[in-house]
């Protein structure tokens, strides 16, 4: 009986999303358009989560090519280092971590933001002046997570290979122009190209999540936090869940 309520709720929360997501998609392409608003969510997303992604992603690169150095050592493949590392930087883990980042910070922010204004019924209150609040907060958050959370992991790919870089200098002697001659070498537009647009629906996922939980928030100061909470919870699985077929789509397509 409990688990047919569990699974009856996911299946409505599901729904819930769907429609959501549609109406977003309905919405975005009707004017009044929300220029300024857009424009300020670009900058809190993107400038504002700059900082820390790009000390993640240096420090990312640093310890993968630390970590990964001892076993190509033990098979006399050290020269292939700055290879290895960015190849699985560029195509896996800038942009997989880039994204977990956001969803903590940018999906929790949007979750706690909107739910704080609903559960002070400002949402009510900008239908009653005439406001479309689903355009003007919504549609305008989400476009921003869209645009700016695939620039983040570009600007990570290459924090990361500069960490990389370091990494490979701290127990040998690797030239500035040697190590990326071998990156460009390795890696190619095939690579580069399937990491960055799965950044986009990385960035519809963390936005939607982010914004259904906040704009649907109810009972008060504690919705508030499990609506914030339970949107870096869900974003992040969708983060996983969209790698994995991402990883397979370009499998099938012999991307990879």
């Not at 590392?85 to 956001?102: D, F, K, M, Q």
């Not at 009653?128 to 003007?136: A, C, I, L, M, Q």
């Not at 907060?137 to 990389?164: E, H, K, N, Q």
């Not at 100061?221 to 869900?234: D, F």
Request: hydrophobic share 50%.
């Amino acid at each position: 009986m409990i688990k047919n309520k569990a699974f009856n709720d996911f299946l409505n929360e599901a729904g819930n999303i769907s429609a959501f997501t549609g109406r977003f998609f309905k919405e975005c392409f009707r004017p009044r358009y929300e220029f300024g608003e857009f424009l300020k969510q670009c900058y809190f997303i993107g400038y504002k989560s700059l900082g820390l992604v790009g000390v993640t992603a240096f420090i990312m690169g640093l310890v993968i090519t630390m970590q990964s150095r001892p076993t190509l050592v033990e098979f006399g493949a050290e020269a292939w280092l700055p290879k290895m590392v960015s190849v699985s930087l560029i195509r896996e883990i800038a942009p997989v971590i880039t994204a977990l980042i956001c969803a903590g910070k940018i999906g929790s922010g949007m979750g706690a933001e909107l739910g704080s204004m609903r559960v002070t019924e400002q949402i009510d209150a900008m239908e009653v002046s005439g406001t479309n609040p689903f355009k003007y907060l919504v549609v305008t958050r989400v476009f921003a997570a869209i645009l700016m959370i695939p620039i983040l992991g570009v600007l990570a790919d290459a924090i990361s290979l500069y960490g990389a870089y370091l990494g490979c200098n701290i127990h040998g002697v690797v030239s500035w122009q040697l190590f990326w001659n071998q990156v460009f070498e390795t890696n190619a537009y095939t690579d580069l190209i399937p990491a960055v647009l799965k950044t986009f629906f990385f960035g519809l996922a963390i936005g939607i999540i982010g914004c259904y939980k906040g704009y649907t928030t109810s009972k008060g100061t504690e919705g508030v936090g499990r609506s914030a909470n339970s949107a870096v919870v869900i974003a992040s699985l969708l983060v996983f869940v969209l790698d994995l077929i991402a990883v397979q789509i370009a499998d099938l397509l012999g991307l990879t």
